[in-house]
C-alpha cells in the first residue's frame, strides 16, 4: 500500500497534458484528494477538458452512480457530431 501510495503522488502535469483529446474529469466537490482548485487548474492547462461536479468526495462513481452516470453519457452525447 505504502508503494502504491508512494506513486501517485508527485508532479504529473506531464502525463496529464500529454494529449488533448476531449477529456472529462467528474470532480466531487468534498473531496479531500483533489481540491477545487486543482481540478480547476488542470481544467484550464488542457484543452478539450470538461469540468463535471458533484457534493460527494472523491469516489464519485461509488457515492453518486446515477449523477455520476448521467455526466459521462451527457459527456459522450456531446462528442457526437
Not at 506513486?7 to 472529462?24: E, K, Q
Not at 481540478?39 to 468526495?57: D, I, Y
Request: proline fraction near 5%; glycine fraction near 8%.
Amino acid at each position: 500500500m505504502v508503494t502504491s501510495v508512494g506513486r501517485v503522488n508527485g508532479d504529473h502535469w506531464a502525463d496529464r497534458l500529454a494529449t488533448d483529446c476531449p477529456a472529462l474529469l467528474i470532480h466531487g466537490t468534498r473531496s479531500d484528494t483533489l481540491t477545487e482548485a486543482h481540478a480547476k487548474e488542470l481544467v484550464s492547462r488542457r484543452p478539450h477538458t470538461s469540468l463535471a461536479q458533484l457534493p460527494t468526495g472523491h469516489t464519485v462513481h461509488a457515492t453518486a452512480p446515477d449523477g455520476f452516470a448521467a455526466m459521462v453519457s451527457a459527456f459522450l452525447d456531446s462528442l457526437k457530431g
